[in-house]
């Protein structure tokens, strides 16, 4: 449902040029578009700022929705559940699909209403949501892609591959967003939680996106990375191993950040 929700898709040209216009000459943002800004020449530090930015203003639209739309509490709480959990996964969506631009990623299907729901392009979020989850596995498998798509794997390779890693992920994934997103009673509570698991997801993507092959040309591919890219080029399955993401945002730093940029 959140990926038909209105306002969820970005345009990949759009948002790039938006971003850029201020600091970049035309010629620059033409070939940022064309192929990466990284292969622009736009230095890792503006990109990440760039980044930081997209979290924060995705990050204060949800938990502002979320307080909302929990204000009536009672009977009328109940209702605003479902609504609160499609705008919670609608702006996580967002946020996808600028970090993935900003580092080098191709636009993501669409269509006339949204975001296409054809199966490799729910894959490649399902890729993204376990990132953000902590399901290390997904690490290496979206490292694996930025890899492929550099050196330009066909199409048909790449969908095979994300059909896999699909499948593997989707439960675990699931289980950890549906966890991540479901709202306390009461507004302040629920806007307040949402604040909070957010960025920490948002946050984990990109510190993966900021070093492929498609964001960082000196990157180097881990063992585990190689291993899956060989996979994909191949055409044979590989399968994902599940593991918890020891990399964490603490709650008490989430406070404080929410306490800075209130």
């Known amino acids: 449902l959140a990926l038909r929700t209105p306002g969820v898709h970005v345009n990949r040209e759009n948002f790039l040029r938006k971003e850029l216009f201020k600091n970049y000459p035309p010629e620059v943002i033409d070939d940022a578009v064309a192929r990466t800004p990284a292969l622009a020449g736009i230095p890792e530090e503006d990109i990440d700022k760039i980044a930081d930015e997209v979290i924060k203003f995705e990050r204060n639209c949800v938990s502002g929705i979320s307080a909302a739309l929990g204000m009536p509490g009672g009977a009328a709480m109940a209702a605003t559940i479902p609504a609160d959990i499609v705008q919670y996964y609608g702006y996580t969506l967002r946020a996808i699909q600028k970090l993935l631009y900003l580092y080098g990623f191709p636009e993501i299907d669409s269509d006339d209403e949204g975001i296409s729901l054809d199966s490799e392009t729910i ?6 949501l376990g990132v953000m989850n902590g399901v290390a596995g997904a690490n290496n498998a979206i490292k694996a892609l930025a890899k492929a798509l550099s050196v330009g794997v066909e199409k048909k390779l790449l969908a095979t591959a994300l059909k896999w890693f699909g499948v593997r992920l989707t439960r675990e994934v699931f289980a950890k967003t549906i966890k991540n997103a479901i709202p306390v009673v009461g507004g302040v509570v ?11 997801c948002c946050v984990r993507l990109k510190d993966v996106l900021t070093d492929t092959m498609l964001s960082n040309p000196k990157h180097v591919s881990s063992t585990e990375e190689e291993h899956i890219f060989l996979h994909i080029i191949d055409g ?4 994902v191993e599940y593991e918890e993401c020891t990399e964490d945002h603490s709650l008490e730093e989430e406070i404080q950040f929410k306490g800075e940029n209130d």
């Open 236 to 239: 044979t399955a590989y399968e």
């Open 190 to 200: 629920g806007g307040g939680i949402t604040f909070i698991s957010f960025k920490p």
């Open 123 to 128: 894959n490649r979020i399902i890729v993204c």
